[in-house]
Every structure is written in structure tokens, then in C-alpha cells.
């Protein structure tokens, strides 16, 4: 299903893997732990979007994860939430924002 937002994709460097795969490895009880060598050669990022409020414009970067947690995609074409500053079920990702305002 294609995406009607874009979401900032930012890759990791070889010493956040390389650091990411041994802090996993010190409290990995119960679970195998992480070829640190091999996780560094992997593409590993970090997700997040950017999300703006209609009413007050207050805008914001959460992780993706997060958001597509709460999101049911085969509910809505976008993800909805509240807003922290004003209260309204108004914010919306920054690209629907843009489109609903006429920006783009
Ligand atoms: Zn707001």
C-alpha cells in the first residue's frame, strides 16, 4: 500500500551499530546475542516522521514506530493524533498537512 507521507529515514553509522549490537549484547539475557561484525555491515536506520497540528500548527519529530503502532492503515490513509499543545485530534504528517493547507 503506498504511503500518502514521507517518513526521514537516517542510517545508522558503522560505530552506532557497532555500539547498538554490544549494548544489545551486555543485556541480551535470554536471547542470543548479535554478531556485532555482521550487524555493522547490515543497513540499519532509524525512522521518524514529522508531524504537524491543523489548528495550531505545532509541529514535531516522533520515532515511527511509535506512530505506526497506534495507526490502523486500513482505517485511514494517514496517521491522527492529538495534539500536545492544543488538544485537538488535529495533527496530522507534515506532507497531508501541506496538501490539506494548499502548500503544495
Ligand atoms: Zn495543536
Excluded at 1 to 27: G, Q, S, V
Excluded at 29 to 37: L, N, Y
Excluded at 69 to 89: A, I, L, R, T, V
Amino acid at each position: 500500500m503506498p504511503k500518502h507521507f514521507n517518513t526521514i529515514k537516517r542510517y545508522l553509522t558503522n560505530e552506532e551499530k557497532c555500539d547498538r549490537a554490544e549494548y544489545f549484547n551486555e543485556f541480551c539475557e535470554g536471547f542470543e546475542t548479535v554478531d556485532v561484525e555482521a550487524f555493522v555491515k547490515k543497513d540499519i536506520f532509524d525512522e521518524s516522521i514529522v508531524l504537524k497540528c491543523l489548528n495550531c500548527g505545532f509541529q514535531e519529530e516522533v520515532d515511527y514506530d511509535i506512530i505506526s503502532e497506534m495507526w490502523n492503515e486500513f482505517e485511514s490513509d494517514y496517521p491522527e493524533s492529538y495534539c500536545m499543545k492544543c488538544n485537538k485530534p488535529d495533527v496530522v504528517p507534515l506532507d497531508v498537512y501541506n496538501r490539506i493547507k494548499g502548500l503544495k
